[in-house]
């Protein structure tokens, strides 16, 4: 008989555990801890909602202010969908809160841990919220990009956007705020994870291409593209957009005029391995 998996896999990033190191030799354990469990709450809203969805979780990566859902959906979900499990781990703030509001009128915690919780409450919440990639405000800001601009430019576009934004979030945390520890390594986290996802960006493409090419991608809509015959197949794979499928509209110097479905450029890509060439070279005019 198998086994329920009620829970996700939780592993810890390796800078939580320099932080959980730090608060024991510093003696802040206790406020680490209620950071963590703020944070396992928050993370088992998205958890629980992409599981309503069916999605295929991997598990879940903690680090101190945020953690990572692991899944097997890569941009092959529905906008709106993506949204909802986005949106479902910051929602988790506000019964917090909640929760802790009704608690302050029994004896069953103490006002100082009170008080601790609800500030670290508050505050995890409006830094997730922070348009920087992979915070849910930077998910939620590609999510958004991602409905009027085409894959690949949207996701550059959020990286790129996301490490400036943390590089002048740690100029002026070291500028105009008095100097701690804990928010210089977040912010250089932040930095040094976008800049790695900048590096894999080509892979991520690839990643999406394979799940449209497999048939696995949320489609509500058909559109045309229209390309000239000079132009590579991974050129015209970088007009893709989500949630569209794409007629492909080839213009040739001759002034004929072809129209071939993606589903047959991502063969050519795939299978026949027509890594270099131009779609005028695939789809010749008989």
């Known amino acids: 008989m198998k086994s329920l998996n009620i829970l996700p896999k939780i592993h810890l990033h390796p800078i939580l555990i320099i932080f959980i190191i730090i ?3 510093t003696g802040t354990f206790i406020d680490l801890s209620i950071i963590l469990s703020i944070v396992f709450i928050h993370e088992l809203g998205h958890f629980l909602m992409a599981r309503h969805f069916k999605w295929r979780i991997r598990g879940i990566m903690l680090w101190v202010f945020g953690g990572v859902l692991d899944t097997d959906e890569h941009g ?5 969908e993506e949204a909802l499990v986005t949106v479902a781990g910051p929602f988790q703030h506000v019964i917090i809160h909640l929760l802790l509001f009704f608690l302050a009128f029994t004896p069953l915690v103490p006002e100082n841990i009170m008080d601790t919780a609800m500030y670290y409450n508050s505050i995890i919440l409006l830094f997730n919220l922070i ?3 992979p915070l849910d405000g930077g998910k939620l800001l590609m999510l958004i990009l991602s409905k009027y601009l085409p894959y690949k430019k949207a ?3 959020t990286i790129i956007s996301s490490i400036i934004l943390s590089i002048v ?3 002026l945390q070291l500028v105009f705020f008095p100097f701690t520890l804990s928010t210089m390594m977040i912010m250089l986290f932040l930095i040094v994870e976008n800049w790695k996802d900048w590096k894999q960006r080509y892979f991520v493409f690839i990643r999406f291409l394979l799940n449209r090419y497999e048939g696995s991608s949320h489609v509500a809509k058909v559109e045309p593209i229209k390309v000239p015959s000079d132009l590579k197949l991974m050129d015209v794979f970088s007009k893709f957009r989500r949630e569209i499928k794409h007629s492909i509209y080839i213009n040739f110097a001759n002034s004929d005029r072809i129209v071939v479905d993606e589903t047959d450029c991502l063969y050519s890509y795939f299978n026949d391995k027509q890594y270099n060439s131009q779609i005028g070279e695939v789809f010749v005019t008989s």
């Not at 092959?76 to 709106?80: A, E, F, L, P, V």
Request: aromatic fraction near 18%.
């Open 23 to 25: 608060s024991v030799i």
């Open 76 to 80: 092959n979900r529905s906008i709106k």
């Open 131 to 133: 348009p920087i990639w």
């Open 155 to 157: 996701y550059e576009t």
């Open 169 to 171: 979030f740690l100029i």
